[in-house]
């Protein structure tokens, strides 16, 4: 299947850029000497804030449980995260000293540069990428569950 003309050449461009959006973030990681998902949790913890669960990192980063439960214990086994029982069988996961100076060293300097970028650019161009990539993705999953997710279920 081939996309032609001017549609296709937007969307390509669109392709483009959300690959290098990504690409971005993996080389981030890779600078850090972390694994995507190990970057992606401790971003997560960053967002949520600790004592979050497991299953609060998977909605928030879309990364499958065993994704993110394999890369927990290993930050676990690293000497990063600690895990607290909570409720039932709820359990929060906390940042040790040495997670706490990691996040410092890794997460909060990225997050201070995508605020920098987000808050250079006018608050148009703030609410018109939020509005798009929510409209975008808004979309994309309708047209998905309506044309895609019935012939899977065979």
């Not at 972390?34 to 990364?63: H, M, N, P, R």
Request: hydrophobic share 40%; aromatic share 10%.
């Amino acid at each position: 299947m081939t996309v032609d003309g001017v549609q296709g050449a937007t969307w390509k461009e669109f392709n483009r850029l959300y690959h290098q959006f990504t690409a971005l973030y993996r080389e981030i990681a890779v600078r850090m000497n972390l694994s995507d998902s190990a970057f992606l949790i401790l971003y997560s913890l960053f967002e949520l804030g600790e004592g979050c669960s497991q299953k609060d990192i998977c909605t928030l980063v879309c990364l499958n449980k065993q994704t993110v439960h394999s890369s927990v214990r290993k930050l676990e086994k690293d000497g990063y995260l600690r895990f607290v029982p909570g409720a039932g069988r709820a359990v929060g996961i906390y940042l040790t000293d040495a997670g706490k100076k990691l996040m410092e060293k890794t997460i909060l300097p990225v997050v201070a540069a995508e605020n920098h970028a987000f808050e250079t650019m006018s608050s148009e161009e703030q609410k018109a990428l939020l509005r798009s990539t929510g409209d975008y993705i808004a979309l994309l999953r309708e047209n998905i569950e309506k044309t895609l997710f019935p012939l899977l279920k065979d």
